[in-house]
């Protein structure tokens, strides 16, 4: 499989990395030459898909040898440009556009729970304070604000120059955060391996854990609401759905139609599981089925973890360090972890790494890090941080 991967930051990162345990041939495209992604793809092509001469250059490298386009980005203009560019080569695009313009917006997606009558956080003015508010068009923790009083709220009310449709506003329930991925081919719906999400300060994911720690018939019920919500869809692809657990009662954040990051590396090594090979049989033409039972090789626990190292020491940070960290290098074996994505360089002061560590089950993957994470502060004289 040859597959053209549009986007080289966190989520082009996942792909590109997904795709080389495929054993697939990668072309990485992103208008900016020092993505992370461009370190681990076959080839590069530096290409802005706004620009209709770069858009001309990517249908001829389609043309040449590319199986399927992925797109790994959140520009809505340029998945309009891949929509026309798949249609006039023929070369399919795992895409559903439909679904992602549901998801990517908090509001409808917010009112389409609602229709189904499922579990959310109470919206404002319903509930009480805390209230988180959130940006409708945003991805992720992206532009998320905390608002713990009636004078923040007013402030932020009066402060904002965006207009009020622009924002959801939603009562701060607290609670361990939990993920799965639903593959959909428009009639079958799959859910994968539910993944535990440990958030920074920002609610920026900072460590992916799988299997998860709810129990059996959490994860059932959490499996159940995330093919409800994919068949009520329609789902052509893949979508990300994120709870929470308040009260034990899982309550839904938010669910994104789009290739997302970090999770399914987690998934791939608990389960053995690959979800860039589940869209790539929805969209050139396969049968979706149900995953096989994992080998036993595959059936262990996996953690999925950023570092960053500074002079001030080292600490755990959100995913967002790893976006702006320039061309990253896959590594195995690295201070003892399984694998590491990083810019690491021996000398070097300040630099990033993903972990990912696997063990025979989570007690032993967390001692595991415990480990690294203490030999990579003790043979590089390193303070260790504060954040966990």
């Known amino acids: 499989m040859r597959v053209a991967i549009i986007g080289g930051r966190l989520q082009g990162l996942e792909a590109v990395y997904l795709a080389k ?76 556009p439909a679904a992602y313009d549901l998801s990517s917006s908090k509001r409808k997606s917010d009112h ?20 988180l508010a959130k940006p409708s068009a945003a991805s992720g923790s992206e532009g998320v604000k905390l608002l713990e009083s009636e004078a923040e709220l007013k402030r932020f009310q009066t402060e904002t120059t965006a207009s009020p449709d622009q924002w959801v506003i939603q009562e701060f329930i607290e609670g361990p955060s939990y993920s799965i991925e639903v593959i959909g081919d428009g009639k079958r719906f799959i859910p994968l391996q539910v993944t535990d999400l440990y958030m920074d300060e920002q609610y920026d994911c900072r460590r992916v854990v799988a299997p998860s720690i709810l129990t059996t018939d959490q994860q059932q019920d959490f499996a159940a609401l995330a093919a409800t919500l994919a068949s009520s869809i329609g789902l052509l692809g893949v979508m ?36 860039l090979e589940l869209i790539a049989a929805v969209f050139t033409g396969g049968l979706l089925q149900a995953p096989s039972p994992a080998p036993p090789a595959h059936n ?10 500074t002079p ?21 074996g690295f201070f003892g972890a399984d694998e590491a994505l990083t810019n690491y360089q021996p000398g070097l002061k300040s630099w ?26 003790r043979e590089l004289n390193l303070k260790r941080g504060c954040k966990e």
């Open 240 to 275: 990300d759905v994120e709870v929470i657990l308040h009260n034990q009662r899982l309550k839904l954040l938010e669910i994104d139609a789009r290739l997302p990051s970090q999770t399914p590396t987690a998934v791939y090594h608990s389960s053995g599981v690959n979800l």
């Open 21 to 96: 345990k495929a054993e697939w041939q990668t072309l990485l495209i992103d208008k900016e030459p020092e993505v992370p992604a461009a370190g681990l793809c076959d080839r590069f092509l530096c290409l802005d898909l706004l620009n209709a001469a770069d858009q001309k250059q990517l249908q001829t490298a389609l043309d040449r040898d590319i199986d399927l386009i992925i797109p790994a980005l959140e520009n809505r203009k340029v998945l309009e440009n891949l929509t026309t560019i798949s249609a006039l080569t023929g070369v399919p695009l795992a895409f559903d």
């Open 300 to 309: 262990q626990a996996a953690l999925f973890e950023h570092l960053v190292v």
């Open 112 to 131: 389409f729970f609602a229709e189904l009558n499922l579990p959310q956080p109470l919206p404002w003015p319903q509930g009480t304070f805390p209230y």
């Open 352 to 377: 990033v790494a993903t972990l990912i560590i696997t063990a025979h089950n989570r007690e032993a993957v967390f001692a595991k890090r415990e480990e690294i994470v203490a030999r990579i502060a």
């Open 312 to 332: 001030d020491g080292l600490q755990t940070a959100g995913e967002h360090v790893i976006a702006s960290a320039g061309p990253l290098t896959h590594l195995c």
